[in-house]
């Protein structure tokens, strides 16, 4: 069975940091694309940044040079270093995890952690 658990969401005022972790088990990590997606009510999920499993990254042009996603294939976890945060950055974040098995691509999503900018 394959689980994303996400942790380090929590409240946090303007111009501070977070950092959040997504420990995913029932996959192999390595071969695995990793995203962080964010999601107001209402409205889309929108994709804040990804790693591919080959390392190369990506991210939203509203978070670049703020967040730094990083992964560590011992520890099959993916991580999402914030900096500078901001009131507008305040979502649920969702991991997600997506890459080939059998011959058919698979997804996979967390269950979210709530990230609050306020003063």
């Known amino acids: 069975q394959v689980q994303l658990v996400e942790s380090g969401g929590g409240l946090v005022q303007p111009g501070g940091s977070l950092r959040l972790s997504c420990a995913a088990s029932?996959?192999?990590?390595?071969?695995?694309?990793m995203d962080w997606y964010r999601q107001l009510p209402g409205k889309p999920r929108e994709l804040v940044a990804g790693i591919a499993s080959g390392a190369y990254t990506n991210y939203a042009d509203s978070v670049k040079d703020r967040f730094t996603i990083s992964r560590d294939n011992a520890k099959n976890t993916v991580y999402l270093q914030m900096n500078n945060l901001k009131p507008e950055d305040t979502a649920v974040y969702y991991c997600h995890a997506g890459g080939f098995s059998g011959g058919s691509y698979r997804d996979y999503w967390g269950q979210g952690t709530q990230v609050t900018v306020s003063s």
């Open positions: 029932g996959i192999i990590f390595n071969r695995y694309g």
